[in-house]
């Protein structure tokens, strides 16, 4: 399984970021980040249909994750970044049936498959 993430760069807080998350297959997709110095975390995820999806509480109504699932791509539509938002982001990926419920999308160790990461950083 490959996931190549793309989209990351240096941007203003207030400015938006989309993020690209291109995977060999289809699968429930996840993206996750990890600031300097701090644990990875969970920030958005999407079920195998693209009907339901889930985010952090520090993203919700500012991120928005979707999936074209012709192009096995998921995405991470980013505004009003802030300066807090600076992390590496790293898109996962698991089997459509690896677990069931709705508690494992927040849980990292439920993701089988990761990408190696984009660099997301929000100046003030």
């Known amino acids: 399984v490959q996931l190549q993430a793309s989209g990351g760069g240096?941007?203003?807080?207030?400015?938006?970021l989309r993020l690209s998350c291109a995977a060999s297959g289809?699968?429930?997709m996840g993206w996750f980040r990890q600031a300097?110095?701090?644990e990875r975390e969970?920030?958005?995820?999407i079920?195998?249909?693209g009907g339901s999806t889930y985010y952090a509480d520090s993203v919700k109504g500012r991120f928005t994750i979707s999936r074209d699932n012709a192009k096995n791509t998921v995405y991470l539509q980013m505004n009003s970044l802030k300066p807090e938002d600076t992390a590496v982001y790293y898109c996962a990926a698991r089997e459509r049936y690896y677990v069931s419920g709705s508690v494992y999308y927040y849980q990292e160790s439920k993701y089988e498959y990761w990408g190696q990461g984009t660099q997301v950083t929000v100046s003030s």
């Open 36 to 38: 300097p110095g701090k």
């Open 10 to 16: 240096l941007v203003q807080a207030g400015d938006s």
């Open 26 to 28: 289809r699968y429930i």
């Open 42 to 45: 969970f920030v958005a995820a």
């Open 47 to 49: 079920s195998w249909s």
